[in-house]
Nanobody, 128 residues
Framework: QVQLAESGGGLVQAGGSLRLSCAAS????????TGWFRQAPGKEREFVAA????????YYADSVKGRFTVSRDNAKNTVYLQMNSLKPEDTAVYYC?????????????????????WGKGTLVTVSS
């Protein structure tokens, strides 16, 4: 199994940037496809971004496309989410998650995400 720990959340003004990190332990992160999800207060959890275990392919929710970038450094067992041009509606707890499902299953686009492991989340607050 793999343990995931998010970091990098905090308070930022609208238009600003943050970089979230998801550090893996127990197993190498290269064994898993990784996704970022978020849950705003009072709302359901939603998909944000996904990256293939090799880093060669990515997929983004329409709401963040062009503003967020997901990347990974398998040598550091870490996945990142660079968030630019942040908006107040981006305020949420951000979670990273990992799956052994093949990319071709399009797990990142499924209503039921089917992720195998979840981090505990990091709070991002964007002020207007």
């Amino acid at each position: 199994q793999v343990q995931l720990a998010e970091s990098g959340g905090g308070l930022v003004q609208a238009g600003g940037s943050l970089r979230l990190s998801c550090a893996a332990s127990g197993r190498t992160i290269s064994s898993y496809g990784t996704g970022w999800f978020r849950q705003a207060p009072g709302k359901e959890r939603e998909f944000v971004a996904a990256i293939h275990r090799s880093g060669g392919s990515t997929y983004y929710a329409d709401s963040v496309k062009g503003r967020f970038t997901v990347s990974r450094d398998n040598a550091k067992n870490t996945v990142y989410l660079q968030m630019n041009s942040l908006k107040p509606e981006d305020t949420a707890v951000y979670y990273c998650a990992a799956t052994s499902a093949p990319w071709v299953t399009r797990w990142y686009a499924r209503r039921e995400y089917g992720m195998d492991y979840w981090g505990k989340g990091t709070l991002v607050t964007v002020s207007s």
